[in-house]
Nanobody
Framework: QVQLVESGGGLVQPGGSLRLSCVAS????????MGWYRQAPGKQRELVAS???????KYANSANGRSTISRHNAEKTIWLEMNSLEPDDTAVYYC????????????????WGQGTQVTVSS
């Protein structure tokens, strides 16, 4: 089955950096847009950054200038480099991908990873 597995979360001090990774596996023909979302306690899940198969990126205002999303299509992997982290960045970060399966990549479905906790605290 198709899976998205995140890694790289943890505890970091304010001003620090983290690099999150997400790997897709399973019967995958093609992956469209991939991205990172986050959800803080009591808040709605929100987009952090996304990247298309062609490399076009999109960032939330809160992440712009402090985060960089990148992608390796052949390895079905995306990364999120986060710098100058603040306590407000504390959240569970989720990987998201529009994944297509089948001989002609005819069946596409949005998938989510299980999430990785990022805690920014001194």
């Amino acid at each position: 089955q198709v899976q998205l597995v995140e890694s790289g979360g943890g505890l970091v001090q304010p001003g620090g950096s983290l690099r999150l990774s997400c790997v897709a596996s399973g019967p995958i023909s093609y992956i469209n847009t991939m991205g990172w979302y986050r959800q803080a306690p009591g808040k709605q899940r929100e987009l952090v950054a996304s990247i298309t198969a062609g490399g076009r990126t999109k960032y939330a205002n809160s992440a712009n200038g402090r985060s960089t999303i990148s992608r390796h299509n052949a390895e079905k992997t995306i990364w999120l480099e986060m710098n100058s982290l603040e306590p407000d960045d504390t959240a569970v970060y989720y990987c998201n991908a529009d994944i297509c399966s089948g001989i002609f990549a005819s069946t596409c479905e949005e998938r989510w990873g299980q999430g990785t906790q990022v805690t920014v605290s001194s």
